[in-house]
């Protein structure tokens, strides 16, 4: 049978992926997600695969089976190709973050969901296809046994389009149960390691410097880090992963992380306010811990790429002037600046339903603000990420970023992925026109509890 996977985009993250800018590469990576149902194909079908950030589905095709991978942002773009697909008579599997999240929903779009990790029912799913019995709702009994798993059939993906096509994954999942946060309700806030000497395989077979762990939380697990971070070491690669902030605080391990090559992490740090991150569950971090953390990984070379997230129900609208001034303050690297999102499946999303203004997934990209505010209006809300955004991404601060990267140990081997980061993202504040403005200065702004001082 002859296989099409696709990868959906649209709006503004579509524009942006095709601009001229530097081909529109910088934020391009990964598509692991469907390079790892076409590694769990059996073998006899053909596997396509088109990612919309890069290609157009071939006009008119007609494929023995459609697979769409789809996060909730996307999901009106991926339910719209399935219709297309379905009314060519072709059958239609949807999977990824959002049918998994929202299985009903994601079947009333197409002829069946696999809800959960792809690896156990894909077989399956392909042989019921073929037979013409593709039967609702398909949910792996247990999650896959991550020893098993193929090398993902990379030459699947266009060369040149990606800034990189490495990306690897060591680890599935999250222990914590960040209320926001898709990945914890997805794993049932389990963390799975895959055998550390077929990591080390993968990477070394990686023909390039430089890859990305597409981990989760790469040091959730300490034990297998610090066997992972030994196995990476002779290799002379360099990455980057998500973790959380305790690998800052555990010198062994970040010494570990820093002989294995790690450029820099990307960490949750989401908000400067304590009272926030406990009404998230996210006690593990603490603001004013901020400060000794980005020192301890800058002095081991590791750079820091915060999430940052306004519109905490502790947020007014003094919060973006004093983020981005803390940010600053703390010489973070790069920061991918969001709006809270209360994303459907998680608990966020249930407790804040009464407060949910605008139901139209394609909004739910973390930039676009969907729900009611505690502390200040929607429109300051939108103005005050805008703003936030751009302030960050002034070139003088990028330069003054950069200059500052330079001095630290590794600086010079870890610039080239920090200067592409920070332009990418002064790209996308170009290419969006991110203008917005700052809430505090505007009148009549309510007031709220100050942030958690950050310690000097
Ligand atoms: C790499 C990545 C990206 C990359 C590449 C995305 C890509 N398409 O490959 C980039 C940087 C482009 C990106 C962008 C965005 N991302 Co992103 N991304 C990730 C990340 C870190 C890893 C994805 C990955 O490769 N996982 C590894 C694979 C193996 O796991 P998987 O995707 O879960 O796939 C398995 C199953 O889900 C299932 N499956 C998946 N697809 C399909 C399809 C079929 C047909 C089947 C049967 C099964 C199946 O089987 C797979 C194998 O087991 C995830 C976090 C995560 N844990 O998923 C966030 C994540 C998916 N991203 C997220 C978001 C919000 C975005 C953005 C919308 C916004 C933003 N600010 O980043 C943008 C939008 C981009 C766009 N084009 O419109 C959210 C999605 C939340 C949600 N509920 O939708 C996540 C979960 C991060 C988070 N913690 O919130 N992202």
Known sequence: ?????????SGRWRAAARSRVFNGRTFRFSQLSLLSVAAATPRGHTVRLVDEQVEDIPA??????????????????????????????????????????????????????????????????????????LAGIYRPPDPPDLALLRDPPRHLLRPGRYATVHAVQATRGCPHRCAFCSVSAFSNHTHRCRPVADVRREVAAIPAGFFMFVDDNITADREYALELFGALAPLGKRWMSQSTLSLAADPPLLAAASRAGCAAIFAGMETFNNDNLDGVQKSFHRAD???????????????????????????????????????????????????????????????????ILDRNRAHYDLHTVVFQP???????????????????????????????????????????????????YFGRVASWHLRGWNPAQSAAAPRLAPPTPVPA
Do not use: K
Not at 1 to 8: E, G, N, S, T
Not at 319 to 334: A, I, K
Not at 345 to 354: I, L, N, R, S
């Open 1 to 9: 049978m002859d296989i099409l996977l696709v990868a959906p985009s």
């Open 60 to 133: 008119g095709c007609t494929p023995g089976l459609v697979g769409i991978t789809c996060m909730t942002a996307l999901a009106p773009r991926a339910f719209e190709i399935a219709r297309m697909f379905r009314d060519r008579g072709v059958p239609v599997v949807l999977g990824g973050m959002h049918p998994t999240l929202c299985p009903e929903e994601s079947l009333a779009h197409a002829d069946a969901v696999v809800a959960g990790e792809a690896e156990p029912v894909w077989a399956q799913v392909v042989a019921d296809a073929a037979a013409r019995r």
């Open 289 to 355: 811990r901020y400060r000794e953390a980005v020192r301890a990984l800058h002095a081991h070379g590791i750079g820091i790429e915060a999430g940052i997230v306004f519109g905490f129900d502790g947020d007014g609208p003094g919060v973006f002037e004093s983020t981005v001034r803390q940010m600053d303050d703390l010489r973070v690297d790069m920061a991918q600046v969001s709006v809270f999102t209360p994303l459907p499946g998680t608990p966020a999303h249930e407790a804040m339903e009464p407060r």
């Open 374 to 424: 505690a502390g200040m209006s929607v429109e300051d809300l939108q103005a005050g990420h805008d703003w936030a955004t751009r302030e960050f991404y002034r070139p003088w601060r990028i330069a003054r970023r950069l200059a500052r990267h330079t001095a630290m140990p590794r600086g010079l081997s870890t610039l080239v992925p920090a200067a592409v980061i920070n332009t990418a």
